[in-house]
């Protein structure tokens, strides 16, 4: 007779505390180990959950986030790995795949509040809110008229690139402001009646009479470097571009000389280049951009769904369903 042995879970020693009671009743014994435990090197899954990345980006990456990377990387034999975030193009994630693993993303758990700070980025832009900041800090009285008055979004024509969960959710939300929306995705599925739809290599033919060019795509071979210099320069010299992608989704230095040269009314920039933003970025100083430090999936409900998606996945895992 053959004993089953425990699934042996490799998380942070702050998640198990919170995780512990919901993996009750699931039929098999589970033992949740740590970095530093000896028994994490037998780990069959490994959780990571958003206080492991911390303030950790996939460029640099701080010595608590590098502890637990490291614990993953000496995993004999690791099944499973699942992460809070939305995308996976951390270099972890790519070695632990290639290693045979499963690794899986907590989709649907933030795009609510990606969207809804996208959304806040370019009402703030619309709305002209960093020329009211600056008066404010010199207490100067500078009411919205004449050349500085905003244009009435109702009417105008925003392009969103990609239409997962995210860029669905900020499609639905820019047609209840009133706004024409269009849309490049990976396919020519057209994205809802009324709403034109091209491929990412036609997104070029929907620029001209684009207002907001809104990006909410997944970073990939083909999306790298898709908002080149040229697709800027086809953009009209209001118009405004939202990121809350991945960095490389634009040519970042192409972006700062459109902003520079007026070639361009502003960007809501969530994500970047290289991450921290490097202190000496011209974007930091630019009047018409507004700079957020990857900031737009963060909200205190956020560790609660992506531990629902993690506990639904392993019971899935555990069937032999995932």
Same mark, same amino acid.
């Given at each position: 007779m053959t004993t089953e042995q425990p699934l042996r879970i490799l998380c942070s020693e702050r998640e198990a505390r919170t995780l512990a009671p919901g993996l009750q009743g699931l039929g098999r014994d589970i033992v949740l180990c740590h970095?530093?435990? *000896?028994?994490?090197?037998?780990?069959?899954?490994?959780?990571?959950?958003?206080?492991?990345?911390?303030?950790?980006?996939?460029?640099?990456?701080? *010595?608590?986030?590098e502890r637990f990377y490291a614990a993953l990387r000496a995993t004999q034999g690791l099944q499973w790995l699942h992460v809070h975030s939305a995308g996976l193009d951390r270099d972890v994630y790519q070695e632990m795949r290639q290693r045979g693993a499963r690794v899986t993303a907590s989709h649907g758990a933030s795009d609510a509040v990606v969207a809804q700070m996208a959304i806040t980025g370019l009402l703030a832009l619309a709305r002209r809110l960093p020329l009211l900041m600056q008066a404010q800090q010199r207490h100067a009285w500078e009411p919205l008229l004449d050349d500085r008055m905003p244009r009435d979004l109702q009417g105008q024509r925003a392009v969103v690139v990609g239409w997962g969960g995210i860029g669905q959710r900020i499609g639905h939300l820019l047609q209840a402001l009133g706004l024409e929306v269009s849309v490049a995705r990976h396919g020519d599925t057209p994205a809802g009646d009324g709403i034109r739809t091209v491929r990412y290599d036609g997104l070029r033919e929907l620029l001209p009479d684009t207002s907001w060019l809104v990006l909410a795509c997944p970073l990939t071979d083909t999306t790298r470097g898709l908002v080149s210099a040229g697709m800027l320069a086809a953009l009209p010299a209001h118009a405004c571009l939202v990121n809350v992608a991945r960095g490389h989704v634009v040519d970042e230095p192409a972006l700062i000389q459109a902003l520079q040269a007026g070639r361009l009314g502003g960007a809501f920039l969530d994500v970047f280049h290289h991450e921290p933003l490097p202190a000496a970025s011209p974007l930091w100083d630019l009047d018409n951009v507004i700079v957020s430090p990857h900031s737009a999936g963060f909200s205190d409900g956020n560790a609660v769904r992506v531990r629902q998606i993690f506990v639904a996945n392993l019971k899935r895992w555990l069937q032999g369903c995932l």
């Open positions: 970095p530093g435990d *000896p028994q994490s090197v037998q780990a069959d899954v490994a959780f990571i959950s958003r206080d492991i990345t911390g303030r950790s980006t996939k460029f640099e990456i701080l *010595p608590d986030t």
